[in-house]
């Protein structure tokens, strides 16, 4: 094109879900691959609430590569290695890689979840960086799980986050390139539909230790993380993988539960040690371990990342019972609707007796209903991975490419 002025701008526009492990990732591999010392499995969540929108561009007419999160441009980006093996991978597998020589690219993502509530973005956000630059030059995979091997070099999770439902990010290793460290889909979000997470989002001043620190200090000192990847986690994979296609909550539950444990175990046994999960993290275990006593059934089981926020997973039919009894040892500081995401849900919360044997087995884990300790609490279920969405949609100008 000889005038730079009339060069196309070309734009793609996609949305990526969170997700939340039940067999957790705890140890890199290969620092420079971005590798795990294990595998790992996670629920991909859906995209209502909690997403990343990116909308990436590339024009000749750009004059250097450029990134925006959540409204404000991030300078340093462009140069970052998690950023350029996303933008540099995906443009190797472009189905026609002449159009896109002499192009700059132009990147601008945002949350739906406000950043201070501590909910892990990165996953979301890598996913969905590696879904529109793929989805922007039409990226042709070589191999199944080729763009997850991308989102991996983000962050690790994001891998996982490329697809819907049940998603299993196995380890590899047997490739020198680390190829074969992707993400493969279990069961898609339909598999198990009665299926519901709730996020607790618990108050926190402190700053956590970020995931890539705190495991690099793992690796160096755990010894239990060792015998973790050895001796616990290639069962826990055969055990969940099976409960999970079996739609079989009591295993999934136990397992998921239990793994948490372990991982903050980990920590606690890093040198020196890392604490996740504060006292309300650690009261909300116990109701639940109170509840699923009282019920004498697995109903409800937690997991807690590198934070202390809790996410449960629970089914349908007790989800509002979960909810009801979280809200009644937890409740909100505002309004409720500030509080819980959803409308019906908070409806049938709010109409939702408690029996009074329940509140006397869970009173017993000595928590007194009190405000101000969650700070919002999200009710959501399984979703898809990326979705395209519309021009509409678009957070760059398509006249100047610029964030919008
Ligand atoms: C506790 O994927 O954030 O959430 O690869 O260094 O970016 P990096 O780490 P990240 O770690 C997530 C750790 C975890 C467990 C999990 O999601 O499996």
Known sequence: MSNQEEAPIYMATVSAPTNIACIKYWGKADKHWNTPTNDSVSVTLDQSDLRAVTTAAASSKFTQ????????????????KRFRACVDGVLKLAKNPQKWKGCKIHVSSYNTFPTAAGLASSAAGYAALVAAMSALVD?????????????????????????????AWRKGGEKEDWSDSLAQQVQD???????????????????DTSSTAGMSTSVATSTLLQHRIDKVVPDRMIEIEKAFSEKDFE???????RDSNQFHA?????????????????????????????????RAAYTFDAGPNAVLYTLDQYVVEVGALMKHYFPETGAVSDYINNAEYIEQVQKFSLSPELLEATDKTGRVPASGDVKQFYYTKSGPGPLTLSMEESNLDPKTGLNT
Request: with cysteine.
């Open 65 to 80: 590569d450029r990134l925006w999160l959540n409204g404000i441009e991030d300078e340093g980006a462009p140069t970052n």
């Open 139 to 167: 990226a042709q995979e070589e191999f199944p799980g080729q763009l997850s091997t991308l989102a991996r070099q983000g962050s690790g999770s994001a891998c996982r986050s490329l697809y819907g439902g049940f998603v």
């Open 189 to 207: 979000e339909h598999h198990w539909p009665e299926l519901r997470a709730l996020i607790l989002v618990v108050s926190d001043a402190k700053k």
């Open 251 to 257: 295993a999934f539950g136990k397992v998921t539960m």
């Open 266 to 298: 980990v920590c606690m046994d890093t040198y020196p040690p890392i604490f996740y999960m504060n006292d309300i993290s650690r009261m909300v275990v116990r109701i639940v371990h109170a509840y699923n006593a009282w019920a004498g059934e697995i």
